[in-house]
């Protein structure tokens, strides 16, 4: 089952520009993270936000989390071409599952 | 080391084959996973083994068969496999069932013929 869904599904901007993803899952959950996925790759882990914390920051990278909304948002700023990947927000179901949202393909123009 | 690696980076098999896959982790984490994912899909979950022990199995057909050898091995054997089983297959581990951070490997590319 698919806890996350995630807008846009892909994004097409300019090398410098911001790029915001959103997610949205369905259950009340403990964490969500953040992966990238470089094209047919393994994923790496970005950023982690806890069910009590509103925003995280990590270099360029600020997460949001709306518990009531049950909404996060991933901001990207002043974007590389090396930015370009799928990104995807992961939950937790409780049971020790993690469960990936459908991801946002982004690419990056140089 | 803070590696996951997965062997052979890529497979094709016939639907009568039998082959493995291979996971390795050296960063002392007890609990590993095996995800399936599809072109432009998001990884789903098949199997998450802690302390060598299968702790989840998502209803994954029996034509898949994980084992975990020791504690930085995993191992994901495959037989009779069907075309619908091309997909990259990830390997996955944390530190513990509990610690939310995953680290992937590259993952195998499989095709069945």
């Known amino acids: 089952s698919q806890q996350g869904e995630e807008d846009p599904q892909a994004l097409s901007i300019q090398e410098g520009e911001n790029a915001t993803m959103n997610c949205s899952y369905k259950?009340?959950?403990?964490?969500l993270q953040w992966y990238r996925q470089n094209s047919g790759r393994g994923l790496v882990h970005l950023i982690l936000?806890?069910?009590?914390?509103r925003e995280k920051h990590s270099g360029r990278l600020r997460v949001t989390l709306d518990t009531s909304k049950k909404s996060s948002s991933l901001l990207i700023t002043a974007s590389r071409a090396a930015d370009t990947a799928s990104y995807f927000c992961?939950?937790?179901?409780?049971?020790?599952?993690?469960?990936f949202g459908a991801g946002t393909r982004l690419f990056v123009k140089a | 080391d803070t590696e996951v690696t997965q062997t052979p980076k890529h497979l094709v098999m016939g639907m009568t084959n039998k082959k493995s896959l291979k996971c390795e982790q050296h960063?002392?984490?007890?609990?590993m996973y095996w995800y399936k994912q599809k072109a432009k899909k998001p990884p789903e979950l098949m199997f998450v083994?802690?302390?060598?022990?299968?702790?989840i199995n998502e209803s994954v057909p029996s034509r898949f068969s994980p084992e975990c050898p020791n504690s930085s091995l995993l191992n994901l054997h495959l037989h009779a496999l069907q075309p619908e089983d091309s997909a990259l297959y990830l390997c996955?581990?944390?530190?513990?069932?509990?610690?939310?951070?995953?680290?992937f490997g590259p993952g195998t590319r499989l095709l069945v013929l």
């Open positions: 259950t009340s959950i403990n964490n």
């Open positions: 960063m002392g984490h007890r609990a």
């Open positions: 996955a581990s944390s530190q513990e069932l509990t610690e939310e951070t995953q680290y």
């Open positions: 083994y802690s302390y060598e022990k299968l702790s």
């Open positions: 992961a939950t937790d179901l409780g049971g020790f599952k993690t469960i």
């Open positions: 936000i806890r069910s009590n914390e």
